[in-house]
């Protein structure tokens, strides 16, 4: 595992990934996320053209460099990059180019095999991670040479996954000693320090930081969030071709009936397409089963600092039992 990329993981305010989130995850929520002290991340194929992506990666990298200089004793964490792997992302070249070029210390990679950036990130000392579903994706990743997985687990919104966070690590940990983080319905400090003791090493946390002000969700979508309970979740493949899990009050408000939808959706995931190809995120909303702990629209900062006082508290309450 690269030493300088661990080191900085290690160093980090609290053991949170700022999940990358389609069409939501942008500069702004990166680099609010690695100022408040966590990882900030973000998918490539929100930057549209690959033009796009090219100012994105330089705002993050400037942006983190103002900070570290204004403050040196500040801790900031580092940012990543989702890259989508699929076959069908014809623009994979060009954005492991801009990889290459700006180095994000973190990459990670979904919807495919990370093989294809492990020999670009590795060339300048980063970490691969690999986004993955379920056991026979994550004995795939570690053979392709991924050095942490990301376990998507039951619960989590968007593309999510079957297994429970508890059974995923334990699983995991069987066969792989590398970096494991835990992603699935976490959205406050108790249930980051639960994913540590069950053995994973940072939490995936994405829901939380939907209805952020730094997000690029719409208002409507932060607010429907903070309205929403677990009991407002419907998931489904219908919609992308891959099971989701959808807040049921989005598809109300469009009128969409899962049951009229075709049971087999064609799975494209090409970055050259325009935003408004991808009309299944873009009009219809997702979120995961934790959002019922979540309020209010706050900055970034204000939400990690609750985060860290709710993980301090579980600590103390694991230092406490006997």
């Known amino acids: 595992m690269p030493a300088a990329t661990f080191a900085a993981i290690q160093q980090l305010r609290l053991p949170i ?9 942008g500069p702004d929520l990166v680099l609010a996320a690695c100022r408040a002290g966590i990882v900030g991340a973000f998918p490539t194929p929100n930057a549209r053209p690959i033009e796009v ?6 705002t993050i990298t400037e942006g983190l460099a103002r900070a570290r200089a204004e403050n040196p004793q500040a801790r900031i964490g580092p940012w990543a990059a989702n890259l989508v792997t699929h076959s069908s992302n014809a623009r994979l070249p060009e954005d492991l180019a801009l990889i290459a070029r700006y180095r994000p210390p973190i990459v990670i990679t979904a919807l495919g095999s990370p093989r294809p950036a492990i020999e670009v990130v590795h060339a300048y000392g980063g970490m691969v991670i690999a986004d993955v579903v379920n056991l026979n994706l994550a004995r795939k990743a570690v053979a392709a040479g991924a050095d942490g997985l990301a376990c998507v687990c039951a619960g989590a919104g968007g593309h999510t996954g079957h297994l429970s966070p508890f059974a ?10 590398g970096l494991v983080i835990a992603g699935g319905g976490i959205t406050d400090g108790w249930g980051v320090a639960g994913a540590i003791a ?14 952020t002000v730094e997000s690029q969700a719409a208002p409507e979508y932060k607010q429907m969030v903070v309205d929403s309970n677990a009991d407002d979740l419907v998931v489904s493949d219908r919609i992308t071709g891959t099971a989701a899990s959808w807040l049921i009050p989005s598809l109300k408000r469009l009128g969409v009936d899962l049951s009229a939808l075709p049971d087999k959706r064609e799975r494209v995931y090409d ?16 979120a995961g089963q934790g959002l019922g702990s979540i309020h209010a629209i706050e900055p970034v900062a204000a939400v990690v600092d609750r985060l860290e006082s709710e993980y301090r508290q579980a600590r103390a309450r694991f230092a406490a039992l006997r």
């Open 53 to 58: 992506l090219d100012q994105w990666m330089a």
């Open 17 to 25: 990934i700022a999940a990358p989130m389609f069409l939501i995850s």
């Open 271 to 286: 970055s050259n397409r325009s935003v408004e190809a991808s009309r299944g995120w873009k009009d219809l909303w997702g």
């Open 168 to 177: 995923f690590v334990s699983a995991v940990r069987e066969f792989f000693d």
């Open 198 to 211: 069950s053995g994973a090493d940072l939490v995936y946390m994405g829901t939380r930081f939907i209805p």
